[in-house]
């Protein structure tokens, strides 16, 4: 099966919804929270890893070459440009918030960009350093951020990008490992209700492919990499 931006974005809103609406907004948002950071920081340390065996430094120029994501013109609109030593990158448009704007969900999918862009760059190397200045999803006309020392030399080789179906289970094995850790049994049934409502949507053996992940380590590069795609732009 092929999933897209817009799917992980839903996934990501159920999960939430599902928290907040269980244990309220203050402790539901703090959990929301750190299993964003978690699945961040698993993302940027796949990159490190990456960058390692290919041996290249862990500069901002090697965080932005080895994005596992892959963005389609329609998935993104961005602009980038020179700053001095920084790069400043402007979007204006983004399938994720498209998504939960549409499906009126942009209370609970929020949550992920408040985290999520410092997250990987801490956990690709914790010296680097972004500012995020705005996000379409705090309702502002564009998200920007700022990558700091940015070498401009060519983006390294050796980038690899992971098919969404495994970003997907990623996503929901670590919002869920993080459910159960701070809320025992109670916690996997909110994570339980979010796979229902993403089955719901898009059938049970959709949400049968994501579940399946659950028995991966995220912390390691994968073992093979079928389906993936080698170059383009992501998020």
């Known amino acids: 099966m092929e999933f897209t931006a817009t799917d992980h ?32 920081a698993q993302r940027g340390r796949r990159m490190a890893l990456r960058a390692q065996a290919n041996g290249q430094p862990l500069t901002m120029a090697s965080y932005l070459g080895l994005r596992e994501w892959q ?3 329609d998935d993104l609109v961005q602009e980038s ?36 862009d410092e997250a990987l760059v801490h956990g690709f190397n914790p010296e680097l350093r972004l500012d995020v200045r705005s996000t379409l999803t705090g309702g502002d006309e564009g998200c920007e951020f700022v990558f700091h020392d940015v070498d401009r030399a060519p983006a390294p080789a050796g980038r690899v990008v992971m098919p969404w179906e495994y970003h997907l289970g990623h996503l929901f094995k670590a919002v869920s490992e993080i459910f159960v850790e701070k809320l025992g049994a109670q916690g996997q049934e909110v994570a339980d209700e979010a796979l229902a409502e993403f089955a719901a949507h898009y059938g049970h053996k959709a949400a049968q492919v994501i579940s399946a992940y659950r028995g991966t380590d995220f912390d390691r590069l994968p073992e ?5 795609i080698t170059g383009g732009d992501g998020p």
């Open 71 to 73: 963005a389609s013109d």
């Open 9 to 40: 974005a839903l996934l990501f809103a159920w999960l939430a919804r599902s928290a907040l609406l269980r244990v309220g907004d203050e402790q539901g948002v703090a959990l929301v929270r750190e299993a964003v950071r978690r699945y961040g």
């Open 81 to 116: 440009r020179s700053q001095g030593p920084h790069l400043l990158a402007e979007v204006r448009r983004c399938a994720l918030h498209q998504a939960w704007e549409t499906h009126d969900l942009m209370p609970f999918g929020r949550l992920y960009c408040l985290d999520i």
């Open 224 to 228: 093979s990499v079928d389906g993936s």
